[in-house]
């Protein structure tokens, strides 16, 4: 089964600065997504960047980058320029691309609890 | 589109009573997936459609919970004797099997505390 670590229960950011949340995971497959969700207090969880397994460059939308490192088993996202807007629990999840019924499915991780200061 | 709405989005019961809780999904999603969150804990997946069809259940999902999706739209989750173990946030997300990378976009949630 597929498992998928946050080891930093909570990271804090001065605003205007750079944090990096470190996420791992564990599987057999070599076809898979990864994903960086974001869930503010109250509120929905939302899509902050994606990564396919098979594509060498490392995914970036806006402020957000990945640094993905297959062999390592590690997706770690990188947040420039931090908001105060940027303050939530941030989820990496994991979801193989094969067909079949697991199509779809999310595994998440623990979760890291980010704070901006300002 | 309002995107993924649930209601209620609080349910507060006491322990032995029956809830659910409904999701309409984004008009044009196929697939429905329902999860549960516990606090400070990631979302765990408990089942998901694609249209009416329930293909697949989780072990966590026990003989009390049932979930449906009669017309291949909004979904239904329902719990039967409900107990302390039971509270949780429940997250309903859909998605488009074509699009890609098969993103989910998620509802806001429904709480749920069993006295």
């Known amino acids: ?118 | 589109d309002t995107g993924v709405s649930q209601d209620p989005r609080h349910k507060i019961t006491k322990r032995g009573q029956n809830v659910t809780f409904r999701c309409d999904p984004i008009s044009e999603h196929n697939r429905l997936y329902w999860y549960r969150q516990t606090l400070g804990q990631g979302p765990e997946f408990l089942t998901y459609f694609q249209n009416e069809a329930q293909l697949e259940k989780s072990r966590l999902l026990s003989d009390r919970f049932s979930a449906e999706r009669p017309k291949g739209s909004f979904s239904t989750l329902e719990i039967q004797r409900t107990e302390q173990g039971d509270s949780a946030m429940y997250l309903c997300a859909s998605s488009l099997e074509s699009s890609g990378a098969n993103v989910l976009t998620f509802g806001a949630g429904s709480r749920l505390t069993v006295l």
Not at chain 1, 5 to 22: D, H, K, N, W
Not at chain 1, 68 to 90: H, N, P, R, T, V
Request: include cysteine.
């Open chain 1, 1 to 118: 089964a597929q498992t998928v670590t946050q080891s930093q229960p909570e990271m804090s950011v001065q605003e205007a600065e750079t944090v990096t949340l470190s996420c791992t995971y564990d599987t057999s497959e070599s076809d898979y997504y990864l994903f960086w969700y974001k869930q503010p207090p109250s509120r929905q969880m939302i899509l902050v960047i994606r990564q396919e397994a098979y594509k060498q460059q490392n995914a970036t939308e806006n402020r957000f980058s990945v640094n993905f490192q297959k062999a390592a088993k590690s997706f770690s996202l990188k947040i420039s320029d931090s908001q105060l807007g940027d303050a939530a629990m941030y989820f990496c999840a994991y979801r193989r691309n094969a067909g079949g019924t697991s199509y779809g499915k999310l595994t998440f991780g623990q979760g890291t609890i980010l704070t901006v200061h300002p």
